[in-house]
C-alpha cells in the first residue's frame, strides 16, 4: 500500500493550496481518509476526514470553513482545498487511510497507513 502525498508549498497568509493524496495498492472505497498535519515541536494533529461515501466529513475545529475534504473513490485520491490559510497552518501534512477507527476518526494510532507528508509553509 503507498500514499502518495502532493501540492504543498509556500503561500501567504490569506492563500490558498490544494493538497491530493494519491492511494495504490489499497481497497479505497472501503478506507475511511483523512488528513493530519505536525508542525515543527508539535504533536500529530487530526485535520479532517472523510467516510467512504463522502456523506459525512468532520473537520477539525480550526479549519471549519476554511478546508475542505473531498475523495474520489474512481481515482483512489482524496484531496484537502484549504483556503484563508495563517501561519498556525503551516506544518507537514499527512494522508491516512483506516478502516476500523475505534477511538474515533481523530485517534491517529488508528489509522493503518500513511503517506509521506507534504510541506506547507505560510508566509506572514
Known amino acids: 500500500v503507498q500514499l502518495q502525498a502532493s501540492g504543498g508549498g509556500l503561500v501567504q497568509a490569506g492563500g490558498s493550496l490544494r493538497l491530493s493524496c494519491a492511494a495504490s495498492g489499497l481497497d479505497f472505497s472501503n478506507n475511511i481518509m483523512a488528513w493530519f498535519r505536525q508542525a515543527p515541536g508539535k504533536e500529530r494533529s487530526f485535520v479532517a476526514a472523510i467516510d467512504w461515501s463522502s456523506r459525512n466529513r468532520i473537520y477539525a475545529e480550526s479549519v471549519k470553513g476554511r478546508f475542505t475534504i473531498a475523495r474520489d473513490n474512481a481515482k483512489s485520491t482524496v484531496s484537502l482545498q484549504m483556503s484563508d490559510l495563517n501561519p498556525d497552518d503551516a506544518a507537514i501534512y499527512y494522508c491516512?487511510?483506516?478502516?476500523?477507527?475505534?477511538?474515533?476518526?481523530?485517534?491517529?494510532?488508528?489509522?493503518?497507513?500513511w503517506g509521506q507528508g507534504t510541506q506547507v509553509t505560510v508566509s506572514s
Open positions: 491516512a487511510a483506516g478502516r476500523f477507527l475505534n477511538h474515533g476518526v481523530e485517534h491517529s494510532a488508528d489509522y493503518d497507513y
